[in-house]
């Protein structure tokens, strides 16, 4: 029992092992130093997305059959060859491989993690304080992210390609540390499971629990708007004068902002309830999209935007994990994160197409926009249902 356990302090290490990771800060700006104008980078980023869709479900499936471990594993040596191939990549066609090994590292992580530590907190008797586990990870994950956001762009002011190398080091020491977390009984199939059966038995528990979809559509419509806004703000903050050490300290203003936020998430919920935090939620995000659409203040709003951003993913992976059976665990995470790939695949490049030809002001006026009319939509959905009825819990 005291070894499941010690995954969640081991998991804390890991978040900050793949989170320090160099290249975040300048991807969009390395690839343009190698000729890619913006379209062809949303198109890359579209790639990544068509990779994720397709992959995301099987990588769950492997999760699920063969363990969240060996899922881990795999996903740690797939990044590792993405940036030895970013590193050596001269045109569109290496780069789109490149950006495939990532995206398959990102499916075999996405599902296998969160059921990797969820279950283990089963297998305790201890899932009820899953939310504090959840905020601490973000912690650890915002911490890597300000060291990256930081380091990257310092070292990227020199030489975009030593910060892919040190990436590429972390993302070894990754794996090898893979190799030390334990594999959950709860959730372990017994004997062999058919693969079309298990996806199909996955989509059949996410269709008797319809709530799980609601929150998918909300948390992962959210994404969408705040990861695409996230990754061409760099080339906004490039097109005013920003050199890439101002970058990385705005970047890591955001990261910071996001540190802080994890460790009041549990907090802010609690105080709260569900109903009130969905509530309160949705206005203050799109506040925060059209002080960056519409105003000077950009910096600012995207900085507590990504405060706002990871709240909601600490609470909401906490509902919806929640919902979900041990045994389809994975699948159902990776079915949550091909729903994100799927709406990316579409909006990634139609946001560098107006950047590229009407300016990121009219992008981001487009993000502003779809983001008001979605989680309006997403919000209504969730607050009819009764479930949605928590009240916040009293202190004594």
């Known amino acids: 029992m005291k070894s499941v356990m010690d995954n969640i302090r081991k998991n804390y290490i890991f978040r900050f092992l793949i989170g320090t990771g160099f290249s975040d800060a300048i991807w969009l700006l390395y690839l343009a130093s190698r000729g890619m104008n913006l379209v062809q980078i949303g198109i890359l980023e579209a790639i990544f997305h068509i990779a994720n869709m397709l992959c995301e479900v099987p990588t769950g499936y492997i999760a699920d059959r063969f363990g969240r471990k060996t899922s881990r594993l795999l996903g740690r040596a797939a990044a590792f060859i993405s940036s030895i191939v970013m590193i050596s990549g001269s045109n569109f066609w290496h780069f789109a491989l490149g950006i495939v090994f990532t995206s398959l590292s990102y499916n075999l992580e996405s599902g296998a993690g969160d059921a990797l530590i969820y279950d283990s907190m089963v297998e305790c008797g201890q899932e009820d304080g899953y939310m504090k586990v959840r905020g601490r990870q973000e912690i650890c994950y915002q911490a890597a992210r300000l060291v990256s956001l930081i380091g990257g762009g310092l070292i990227a002011t020199y030489s975009y390609v030593l910060a892919y190398i040190i990436t590429a080091a972390i993302h070894l020491a990754s794996f090898l540390f893979s190799f030390s977390f334990r594999e959950p009984d709860v959730g372990r199939t017994q004997g062999r499971i058919k693969f079309f059966g298990h996806i199909v038995d996955s989509f059949r528990v996410v269709w008797e629990h319809k709530g799980i979809i609601k929150y998918i559509f909300y948390i992962e419509g959210f994404s969408l708007f705040w990861t695409t806004l996230f990754f061409y703000f760099q080339n906004f903050l490039k097109s005013k004068g920003y050199i890439e050490f101002q970058i990385g300290l705005v970047l890591a203003a955001s990261a910071v902002a996001g540190l802080l936020a994890s460790t009041v998430a549990y907090r802010i919920e609690k105080r709260l309830g569900e109903r009130k935090l969905i509530l309160t939620a949705t206005p203050i995000a799109i506040l925060l999209f059209s002080m960056i659409a519409f ?53 990634f490049p139609a946001v560098g197409a107006i950047s590229e030809h009407l300016g990121f002001k009219t992008a981001f006026t487009f993000i502003t926009g779809l983001a008001l009319v979605l989680m309006t939509i997403s919000t209504i959905l969730m607050l009819k249902d009764k479930r949605v009825e928590k009240e916040p819990e009293q202190s004594g």
């Not at 990871?310 to 979900?324: G, K």
């Open 295 to 347: 105003t000077n203040m950009e910096s600012l709003a995207l900085i507590l935007l990504s405060g706002m951003e990871a709240i909601l993913f600490v609470v909401f992976s906490d509902y919806i994990n929640r919902q979900i059976p041990s045994r389809q665990r994975a699948t159902i995470l990776s079915f949550e994160s091909m729903a994100f790939s799927v709406m990316m695949i579409a909006f």
